[in-house]
């Protein structure tokens, strides 16, 4: 089946750097990318949508220059978290589809990348 | 606006059956979703359906009906392993996902 993995797992970082977090598609190539972050106990967030070589599409509320995403080829996306806060602690989420049809629905969920920020 | 209500916690006993209910609002409609969800870990796929009706599928079985924005997912011979959150997400016309919140799902002995 199709693997999405995620680096790192965990990242504790200090208030005001940033972090990047890596989302790989294994073993197909991935035109669109879906960055989510989760709190505790709550839904799927989504935060943005990339397609291989072109600018990130951001959520109402998303600010793009915190969350610098690039999909630099079919295989990679990158999230950065540009000068981290606290309230940026969270579970970070990529998935990666094959298109951004019906016809190729299913979203490959990586492990996800636990933030903490002190 | 687009909305997706389930359950927030259910408890189940192990062997037993469970229906996690989920009704949805969305602009258009593109298939609805459930995917299970271990703590601490990524949402992992479990069905997708987008015509009426039941789609079984081992254990699991996910029922849709279109006109009354409604689905459920359907557990048989539930196992501890089962115990985890099942996450119902509506497509809409933009082929966007609409999250709910999830059901935590408890299996006692």
């Known amino acids: 089946g199709a693997v999405v993995s995620q680096h790192p797992s965990w990242v504790i970082c200090k208030s005001g750097t940033s972090v990047k977090i890596e989302c790989r598609s294994l073993?197909?190539?991935?035109?669109?990318m879906f960055w989510y972050r989760q709190f505790p106990k709550q839904s799927l967030m989504l935060m943005a949508t990339?397609?291989?070589?072109?600018?990130?599409?951001?959520e109402q509320g998303v600010e793009k220059d915190k969350f610098l995403i690039n999909h630099a080829s079919l295989t990679l996306s990158t999230l950065t978290v540009t000068s981290a806060h606290p309230e940026d602690s969270s579970f970070y989420i990529c998935?990666?589809?094959?298109?951004?049809?019906?016809?190729?629905?299913?979203?490959?969920f990586g492990p996800g990348t636990r933030l903490t920020v002190t | 606006g687009q909305n997706i209500d389930q359950p927030t916690e259910m408890t189940a006993t192990e062997g037993a059956i469970v229906q996690i209910n989920c009704t949805y609002q969305?602009?258009?409609?593109?298939?609805l979703f459930w995917y299970q969800q271990h703590a601490g870990e990524a949402p992992t796929f479990l069905s997708y359906?987008?015509l009426d009706g039941l789609e079984e599928k081992g254990r699991f079985s996910s029922f849709l009906s279109r006109s009354k924005g409604y689905s459920y997912l359907l557990l048989k011979e539930l196992q501890m392993k089962d115990s985890a959150s099942y996450l119902c997400?509506?497509?809409?016309?933009?082929?966007?996902?609409?999250w709910g919140a999830g059901t935590k799902l408890i299996i006692k002995p």
């Open positions: 998935s990666a589809s094959t298109s951004g049809s019906p016809d190729s629905y299913e979203q490959y």
């Open positions: 073993d197909f190539q991935a035109t669109t």
């Open positions: 990339s397609n291989e070589g072109s600018k990130a599409t951001y």
């Open positions: 969305t602009s258009g409609f593109n298939g």
């Open positions: 359906n987008v």
């Open positions: 997400a509506a497509m809409d016309s933009n082929y966007q996902l609409i």
